[in-house]
T-cell receptor, first 112, second 115 residues
Framework: GQQLNQSPQSMFIQEGEDVSMNCTSS?????WLWYKQDPGEGPVLLIA?????ELTSNGRLTAQFGITRKDSFLNISASIPSDVGIYFC????????????FGEGTQLTVNP | ETGVTQTPRHLVMGMTNKKSLKCEQH?????MYWYKQSAKKPLELMFV???????ENNSVPSRFSPECPNSSHLFLHLHTLQPEDSALYLC??????????????FGPGTRLTVL
C-alpha cells in the first residue's frame, strides 16, 4: 500500500523554539491533513490542506501542501509545553475515496 | 469535544472473553471507521461503514466483528482475542462523500489490554 514517510520521528526542543516536520511520499495526494494526539486521547485535526501550494495557518501552526502534491510540511512557532504530543500527517488520494494514509508520527517534547 | 465518543475508555479482558466497544458520533456524518493504533506503527484502518453498509474490511481477523446499526453508532465485537491485539482502538467519522473536504474526526479511543 501507499506509505507516508514522516520525519523526524522525535524532537526534543526548548520552549520558545520553532519546530518543523514533514511528510513525503512517492505518490500524489490530493488532500493533506495534520493531526495532534495527546497521550491517552484520539488524534485531533489541526489543519486541512486541499490545494497544491496552499499555505494555511492555525494560530502558531502553519502547514503547506507541497507543489508536487507528494509532500506536506508543518511548522510550529514559539513552542510551549502544551505542544507536547504526537503529530501525524495523513493524506488522501483521488482514487481512495474516504480512506486516509497515515504517517508514523513525530513525537514532540518541549522542555520548559 | 463531544463530537465522537467511545466507551469504554479502558478495557482489560482475557483471551476467552467476549466484549464490545461502542462508538457514537454526534456530527451528522454518514461514514464511520475503526482503526487500530499500536505503539510505533501508523494507524491501521480496520473497517469502514458508509450509510450503515460495510464498504471496507482491511483483512481483519474474524475475532473482530463490526456492527453498524445506524449512521450514528458503531460497535466492535471482540471474541477470543490474542495478547497481540492489545492496542488503542480508535473510532472516526466523516461525511463519507469522498470529496476533498471529507475530513475524519476521531474519538478518544479505547485502550484494550488482552491478558
Amino acid at each position: 500500500g501507499q506509505q507516508l514517510n514522516q520525519s523526524p520521528q522525535s524532537m526534543f526542543i526548548q520552549e520558545g523554539e520553532d519546530v518543523s516536520m514533514n511528510c513525503t511520499s512517492s505518490s500524489i495526494f490530493n488532500t493533506w491533513l495534520w493531526y495532534k494526539q495527546d497521550p491517552g486521547e484520539g488524534p485531533v485535526l489541526l489543519i486541512a490542506l486541499y490545494k497544491a501550494g496552499e499555505l494555511t495557518s492555525n494560530g502558531r501552526l502553519t502547514a503547506q501542501f507541497g507543489i508536487t502534491r507528494k509532500d506536506s510540511f508543518l511548522n510550529i512557532s514559539a513552542s510551549i509545553p502544551s505542544d507536547v504530543g504526537i503529530y501525524f500527517c495523513a493524506g488522501r488520494q483521488e482514487t481512495s475515496g474516504s480512506r486516509l494514509t497515515f504517517g508514523e508520527g513525530t513525537q514532540l517534547t518541549v522542555n520548559p | 469535544e463531544t463530537g465522537v465518543t467511545q466507551t469504554p475508555r479502558h478495557l482489560v479482558m482475557g483471551m476467552t472473553n467476549k466484549k464490545s466497544l461502542k462508538c457514537e458520533q454526534h456530527l451528522g456524518h454518514n461514514a464511520m471507521y475503526w482503526y487500530k493504533q499500536s505503539a510505533k506503527k501508523p494507524l491501521e484502518l480496520m473497517f469502514v461503514y458508509n450509510f450503515k453498509e460495510q464498504t471496507e474490511n482491511n483483512s481483519v481477523p474474524s475475532r473482530f466483528s463490526p456492527e453498524c446499526p445506524n449512521s450514528s453508532h458503531l460497535f466492535l465485537h471482540l471474541h477470543t482475542l490474542q495478547p497481540e491485539d492489545s492496542a488503542l482502538y480508535l473510532c472516526a467519522s466523516s461525511y463519507g462523500s469522498g470529496r476533498l473536504q471529507d475530513t475524519q474526526y476521531f474519538g478518544p479511543g479505547t485502550r484494550l489490554t488482552v491478558l
